[in-house]
């Protein structure tokens, strides 16, 4: 059974950086796309960015040029490199792997369809002005 579990996040000012990690246990990268989604309360989750194991990259216009996604295949993690960071970018941020080509190199809408699509339990990043 793949589980994911997220970390990197906390507290910075706006200006500064985060780099969040996710680590995939119970399954290898190959045959999945991994993203990142945040959400705040209230507010329905929202594609961050996904990468595939080939290294194809998605990115939500809000991103573009602040974050960078990445993977380590031989380890199983993917990353989000978070520059820039704005107070608006303060969210809960979640990783997700989901089985398949395409997936979050081709939309940023999360899945959730049974034994295909997997989610960590969130890390906390909030941006102070």
């Known amino acids: 059974q793949l589980q994911l579990a997220e970390s990197g996040g906390g507290s910075v000012q706006a200006g500064g950086s985060l780099r969040l990690s996710c680590v995939g246990t119970?399954?290898?990268?190959?045959?999945?796309?991994m993203g990142w989604f945040r959400q705040v309360p209230g507010k329905e989750r929202e594609g961050v960015a996904g990468?595939?194991?080939?290294?194809?990259?998605n990115y939500a216009e809000f991103v573009k040029g602040r974050f960078t996604i990445s993977t380590d295949n031989a380890k199983n993690i993917h990353y989000l490199q978070m520059d820039s960071l704005k107070p608006e970018d303060t969210a809960m941020y979640y990783c997700?792997?989901?089985?398949?080509?395409?997936?979050?190199?081709?939309?940023?809408?999360?899945?959730?369809?049974?034994?295909?699509?997997?989610w960590g339990k969130g890390t906390l990043v909030t941006i102070s002005s």
């Open positions: 997700t792997w989901s089985e398949g080509t395409g997936g979050y190199c081709s939309s940023l809408v999360p899945r959730r369809r049974l034994g295909r699509d997997y």
């Open positions: 119970g399954a290898t990268v190959g045959g999945y796309t």
């Open positions: 990468i595939d194991s080939d290294g194809h990259t």
